[in-house]
């Protein structure tokens, strides 16, 4: 991973370190259904996914992203 996040960096610049890219795969496993992400993501940050992706429950982790779309958080 560090390896691959240092050629990627390369390439494309900043935010692919390892940690990140590390990030990016903790992401697609807690938000795998494209649609519902593709929905949320028009109305959270980064940020508020990275909050979200240590909710063990699949349920309270998408409770907590819809709420947080809803009002706007």
Same mark, same amino acid.
């Given at each position: 991973?560090?390896?691959?996040?240092?050629?990627?960096?390369?390439?494309?610049?900043?935010?692919?370190?390892?940690?990140?890219?590390?990030?990016m795969?903790?992401?697609?496993?807690? /938000?795998?259904d494209?649609?519902? +992400?593709? %929905?949320? $993501?028009?109305?959270?940050?980064?940020?508020? /996914?990275?909050?979200?992706?240590? +909710?063990? %429950?699949? $349920?309270?982790?998408?409770y907590?992203?819809?709420?947080?779309?809803?009002?706007?958080?």
């Amino acid at each position: 991973m560090k390896r691959l996040g240092a050629r990627l960096e390369c390439e494309f610049g900043r935010g692919f370190e390892a940690k990140n890219l590390r990030r990016m795969v903790q992401f697609v496993q807690a /938000f795998s259904d494209a649609e519902i +992400v593709a %929905s949320l $993501m028009r109305q959270l940050s980064w940020t508020h /996914f990275l909050l979200l992706i240590p +909710v063990k %429950s699949e $349920m309270a982790r998408m409770y907590y992203a819809q709420r947080g779309a809803a009002e706007g958080l």
